[in-house]
């Protein structure tokens, strides 16, 4: 009960105001009602073991009375001002734990930077372990310098490749999509990441990247663009943070190299790079799971917001939701688990999810395989929409309408997710906890 009316009372200010008012109210009626200080009760209390000896010699039962009375009446307006102190101490211990937790996170997750920022926050993984694994994109090579300067094509140079040799990209006509739109207003992303209670004393196997805010020019206009990925990783501590960290690079790596090397500006360009980042992220975990001899996987959801269109892939459990305060909010992915597909087919109710003995069996993951279905889906974007990338830490811990009613109660993204983290906490717990909200202007 009390930690609901905490989650409140992070949410609404109105409902600090009332609180602390109430308590002020409370300690002055307590004060009233029991004369001051000090208190009448104790006064009463020590008057009577003063006058019991005497009492006691001439009557014990008059004697008894009094005192038992005085005692009584101590011991009651006691606890009243114990329980009103204790609820005054959690408040103040509540307010300082907020407050350190806040500048951590703060000092930990956010690197600001005036155009082109990459904040993470994953596992410490040696940048020498990962290099052997993340494939590399063939960029164009520079030719040797000729004796005398000549001016090169830029249609000579070749092309990056957005997918994996074995699944080559579309060759469909694109349609360029419109720029009419050429302000750059920067996002306000705010990311929240914790190991949780169960599993505090290992490592969160989570990675988070977010790079915003990118900004570069596309046939002389300024093209802004925002990636955001969450990724849980499986299959034990270690290689589970291996493989949610290989991901996240591989994501990065490919998405970034493709927007800014790349010479089309179209929804098919832009999504078969995404899920191309993904395929090779897939490949990246798979062969070296069996290079080590080990099964290691990862989750992962992706968001890459260009101008205001957002595209978004998705394999297994983690989330993209969209909140939009005339519709609430939204989930955008689908989870690749068994009880959605329980759900899917009429056998449990949405709600039989979060107490399923097999809630979390899950039937695609990255690095099970070569080959590897991405889940895409295309969204267009209104101002002040909210997009929501989150683990399974958060979603099975707080339900749907709780992360609505937070999400709803303020503009501050970064708080937000310590709203979102702490809820989680409350909930159980349970598993590592990973969340990006970014704020449309």
Not at 54 to 82: C, K
Request: charged letters at 15%; one cysteine or more; hydrophobic letters at 45%.
């Amino acid at each position: 009960m009390f930690a609901e009316f905490l989650t409140m009372y992070d949410i609404h200010r109105w409902l600090r105001y009332v609180t602390w008012i109430g308590i002020a109210c409370l300690a002055a009626f307590f004060l009233f009602a029991d004369g001051g200080l000090p208190p009448w009760s104790w006064l009463l209390l020590i008057r009577a073991c003063q006058l019991f000896p005497a009492l006691w010699a001439t009557d014990r039962m008059s004697a008894a009375m009094p005192l038992g009375n005085a005692f009584l009446w101590s011991v009651l307006w006691g606890v009243l001002w114990y329980v009103l102190m204790r609820g005054c101490l959690a408040l103040f211990q509540h307010h300082k734990q907020r407050s350190l937790q806040l500048s951590q996170q703060m000092a930990a997750t956010w690197l600001p930077s005036p155009q082109l920022s990459l904040a993470t926050s994953s596992p410490q993984v040696t940048t020498d372990t990962l290099s052997m694994t993340v494939p590399r994109l063939r960029l164009p090579q520079r030719t040797p310098t000729p004796p005398l300067p000549t001016r090169r094509d830029p249609d000579d140079l070749a092309e990056i490749p957005t997918r994996p040799t074995h699944e080559p990209r579309p060759t469909t006509p694109l349609v360029a999509a419109s720029l009419d739109n050429p302000r750059v207003q920067p996002l306000r992303i705010g990311v929240g990441w914790h190991t949780g209670l169960t599993r505090s004393a290992a490592p969160n196997e989570d990675s988070v990247v977010v790079v915003f805010q990118g900004t570069y020019t596309f046939q002389s206009q300024l093209l802004p663009f925002s990636l955001c990925v969450v990724a849980d990783g499986m299959g034990g501590h270690e290689n589970g943070q291996l493989a949610s960290q290989i991901a996240m690079q591989t994501m990065s790596h490919t998405v970034l190299q493709n927007i800014i090397m790349g010479r089309e500006f179209s929804d098919e360009f832009f999504m078969d790079m995404l899920v191309g980042g993904v395929n090779w992220a897939n490949l990246a975990i798979y062969h070296r799971g069996q290079a080590d001899g080990v099964d290691m996987g990862t989750t992962l959801t992706a968001a890459l917001i260009i101008n205001m269109r957002a595209y978004i892939v998705n394999v297994g459990d983690s989330r993209t939701y969209l909140f939009r305060d005339s519709a609430g909010l939204i989930q955008i992915t689908r989870d690749h688990s068994l009880v959605a597909s329980l759900v899917a087919f009429g056998e449990i109710t949405p709600d039989e999810i979060y107490t399923h003995p097999d809630r979390s069996k899950i039937y695609r993951s990255l690095g099970q395989g070569d080959e590897l279905h991405v889940d895409s889906f295309m969204i267009d974007l209104q101002a002040h929409d909210r997009l929501v990338l989150c683990s399974d830490g958060l979603w099975e811990m707080v339900r749907d309408p709780a992360i609505e009613r937070i999400v709803r109660s303020g503009d501050n993204p970064h708080a937000l997710c310590e709203r979102l983290v702490q809820t989680a906490l409350r909930g159980g717990g349970a598993d590592n906890i990973s969340i990006v909200i970014a704020h449309l202007p």
